[in-house]
Every structure is written in structure tokens, then in C-alpha cells.
């Protein structure tokens, strides 16, 4: 099972970081990612961390202002977002998939397991 939590509502140009609590599966060996969804649109791609962290892709609209990261020993993967923007209001989803090594999937398709959503209003 997968929990997500930190949203909440933040002027432009603030910051918040979501966290994703794991249990249930063998996190260590998990790519994790975080989607989300705006009112109307569909669910879309955020960024994505590999089982070890070392790789992390980013969608090119949060590219240089998001952040992913990960505690293994924690179970834990973060989303610190930087330089909100209202366009960036949504419901955050986190996944997980069991992968191997550095691959990082970024379609919602590819995940089996997803948190119940958290969601983020940025206010212009």
C-alpha cells in the first residue's frame, strides 16, 4: 500500500513537499513515481525515482523546480516542490512498480500499485 500526504494550499512561487509511505512490498527494489491530475485533464507524469535513486527523471514542465528522492530504510519517497505555480494544481498521486536496476517508468499504465492522492492549490 502506498500513502501520500503533504499537499495543501500555497501562494505562487511557494514550496511544499509531498511525502509517500510504503508497505506491503519489497519498497528496496521499487521504482516509484508521482502523477497527478488536474479538474478535467488526465492523470500525467511528474517525476519518477529507481530502486538505488540514481536515476530520476522529470515531465519538462517541473524540470529544475520538483525534486524526488527517496529513504529506503524509511520506505519513504518525497516530491520537494519548488516555485508553485497555479498551473501545478492538482491531485498528487505516488506508485510503485517492482523493477530492476535503473529503470524508471513513466506511464501511468506501467504502475501497480498507486496512493489515494493528495491534493495541491497553488492560488495566483
Known amino acids: 500500500q502506498l500513502q501520500a500526504s503533504g499537499g495543501g494550499l500555497v501562494q505562487a512561487g511557494g514550496s511544499l513537499r509531498l511525502s509517500c509511505a510504503a508497505s506491503?512490498?519489497?519498497?528496496?527494489?521499487?521504482?516509484v513515481g508521482w502523477f497527478r491530475q488536474a479538474p478535467g485533464k488526465e492523470r500525467e507524469f511528474v517525476a519518477v525515482?529507481?530502486?538505488?535513486?540514481?536515476?530520476?527523471p522529470y515531465s519538462d514542465s517541473v524540470k529544475g523546480r520538483f525534486t524526488i528522492s527517496r529513504d529506503n530504510a524509511k520506505n519513504m519517497v518525497y516530491l520537494q516542490m519548488n516555485s508553485l505555480k497555479p498551473e501545478d494544481t492538482a491531485v498528487y498521486y505516488c506508485?510503485?512498480?517492482?523493477?530492476?536496476?535503473?529503470?524508471?517508468?513513466?506511464?501511468?499504465?506501467?504502475?501497480?500499485?498507486w496512493g489515494q492522492g493528495t491534493l495541491v492549490t497553488v492560488s495566483s
Open positions: 525515482i529507481s530502486q538505488s535513486g540514481s536515476s530520476t
Open positions: 506491503g512490498l519489497t519498497f528496496s527494489r521499487a521504482a
Open positions: 506508485a510503485a512498480k517492482s523493477t530492476i536496476l535503473t529503470y524508471t517508468p513513466i506511464g501511468v499504465n506501467d504502475y501497480a500499485y
